[in-house]
């Protein structure tokens, strides 16, 4: 296993379209996490799954944010109407109990223009 | 709500020297995390800190906790170039399951 991989790397969009991110973790992983980073801050937490299950999104995240996890394996996160205050590096982590440490995959970078 | 605060925020040193960052946060945690990242690269773990009195090592870094301050450290030893990068600390709510991260220290060591 290589580790959590995100696809893709780098994403640039116009300003209303939609864009989708899709997250492998590792495989034995049953926990997956979004977070955004932007420049010179903390990642910020967005959504957290337990296997297919969604247990946990962020009371700042807009409407226009989507996850699934549909078989408990892959991810995938959709932003529609995309704003140019989404542009960040979206991350992926995975792993494989509380209190373990979490994986992070390379990042998704989105530019909205 | 939980808040976490790094100190310093920026960091230069030079080489071989001794220094400790600081990581403060608010309420009761369960777990708190050290991550590395490189300049455009994603996050690596350093440590994970599960209890009061926990210290961790590995090669010229230290982490330590305290719960009842609700602080952390991370401890450089003899600091050498590689160490550059900004650290994180994230720390996990007991009630929920995401993490709270600071805004990181960026290291800069010079030879």
């Known amino acids: 296993d290589t580790g959590v991989s995100q696809d893709p790397r780098h994403k640039i969009t116009k300003r209303g379209q939609n864009v989708t991110f899709r997250c492998d973790p590792i495989?034995?992983?049953?926990?997956l996490y979004w977070y955004r980073q932007t420049l010179g801050q903390g990642p910020e937490f967005l959504t957290y799954f337990q296997n297919e299950a969604q247990l946990e999104k962020s009371r700042l995240l807009s409407d226009r944010f989507s996850a699934e996890r549909p078989k408990g394996s892959f991810s995938t996160l959709e932003i529609q109407r995309t704003e140019q205050g989404d542009s960040a590096m979206y991350l992926c982590?995975?792993?494989?109990?509380?209190?373990?440490?979490?994986?992070f995959g390379q990042g998704t970078r989105l530019t909205v223009v | 709500e939980l808040k976490v605060e790094q100190n310093p925020l920026f960091l230069s040193m030079q080489e071989g020297k001794n220094y400790t960052i600081y990581c403060n946060y608010s309420?009761?945690?369960?777990?708190l995390y050290w991550y590395r990242q490189d300049p455009g690269k994603s996050l690596e773990s350093l440590f994970v800190l599960l209890s009061n009195g926990a210290v961790k090592q590995e090669g010229r870094l230290m982490a330590s906790l305290d719960t009842k301050a609700r602080l952390s450290t991370l401890h450089i030893t003899a600091a050498v170039h590689d160490l550059s990068a900004t650290y994180f600390c994230a720390v996990g709510e007991d009630s929920n399951y995401q993490l709270i991260w600071g805004a990181g220290t960026k290291l800069i060591i010079k030879p």
């Open positions: 309420t009761t945690s369960d777990r």
């Open positions: 982590a995975s792993s494989l109990a509380r209190g373990r440490e979490a994986f």
């Open positions: 495989s034995e992983h049953n926990r």
